[in-house]
């Protein structure tokens, strides 16, 4: 069996952002909701898929918040002009029988873990639209992140498998988590260690293999002082 499921927030917004406003007659905005069926009809095309999901946040706090209160407090709120859409969007999907998934206290990026890890289990395949490359950890033998974008008000989308996640970064996609550990994620406003970007945290966990691995080797000359203080 082969799964399609989409991050239903993030191609959304990549959509919103991606495609000039457009609006009805009626002054409805449109942008988000045609750039997103645009998306789903060429990842329909290319996957051909026997079972789609599309996974959607919910605005209740998740455990996340509940764990550590600055967690995404630098983000502004949805725009009018695109929570318009939201609804409508649904509506739409569920009239064209595509199954939306959602669930208190969690996020599209957990449902996505969850169904690409059940279809992994089983031996199916599983391909996760989006346009997180947080996702890219989901990534091994059995589960490809298809990542999601726009040009020129044209969707398109890369194809992110083991081979591909090892060629740009150097490590094994589960070994993003450890390279997101020491980095931290600003777009989230999760800390980090200070001072210690992308690509040196991708250079520590390529020598050192992951946290623990860092911390063992804590006075290698490869830290700099500052570094190792921080």
Known sequence: MKLLVLDGNSILNRAFYGIKVLTTKAGDYTNGIYGFLTMLNKLLEETAPDGVAIAFDQK???FRHKAYAGYKSNRKGMPEE??????VLK???ADLGFVMVSKEGYEADDILGTL???AAARG???????GDRDSLQLVN???TVLLAATRMGRSETVVMDKAAVEEKYGVSPKQLIEVKSLMGDTSDNIPGVKGIGEKTALALIQQFGSMEGVYEHIDDPAIKPKQREN
């Open 60 to 62: 209740a706090p998740t």
């Open 82 to 87: 695109l929570a318009q859409q939201m609804p």
């Open 91 to 93: 509506e739409l999907l």
């Open 116 to 118: 690409s890890a059940a």
């Open 124 to 130: 199916d395949e599983c391909y996760l639209a989006t």
């Open 141 to 143: 033998d059995h589960v």
